[in-house]
């Protein structure tokens, strides 16, 4: 029954990213991640393209992870300027990686500012 069910919702992100939905695109990118990882990307790169910060940002920690350090970042960056909090936390933990302890602080006090405002 749950395999069903799970196709069904399948199919209906599948409708719904054939006509253009970047959210649905994520979820079946989120559903493909274990089976196919190269479906996966595709379906992320495809959100991305249509500027889903989610998806340009899960992208760039894949490319981030996968040793594509600048591209990974540069997307990680663009999600995190575009104001998307996951891809800001995201960019401050980077920075630290690098040894860029200003720039870090930069990010996590954009976190704190923005936690702040709500």
Not at 8 to 19: D, P, S, V, Y
Not at 92 to 109: H, I, N, P, S, Y
Request: one cysteine or more; glycine letters at 10%.
């Amino acid at each position: 029954m749950w395999q069903l069910h799970e196709r069904k919702r399948i199919e209906h992100w599948q409708k719904a990213a054939a006509a253009g939905d970047s959210d649905a695109m994520l979820h079946l990118a989120h559903a493909a991640r274990h089976h196919d990882p190269a479906e996966a990307e595709r379906w992320l790169r495809s959100a991305a393209d249509l500027g889903n910060l989610e998806a340009v940002h899960k992208l760039g920690v894949l490319m981030w992870h996968r040793g594509e350090y600048e591209g990974g970042e540069d997307l990680v960056h663009r999600a995190a300027l575009g104001g998307y909090q996951d891809a800001i936390a995201t960019m401050g933990q980077l920075c630290e990686k690098r040894g860029d302890l200003k720039g870090a602080d930069a990010w996590f006090c954009k976190i704190a500012a923005d936690d702040d405002s709500d």
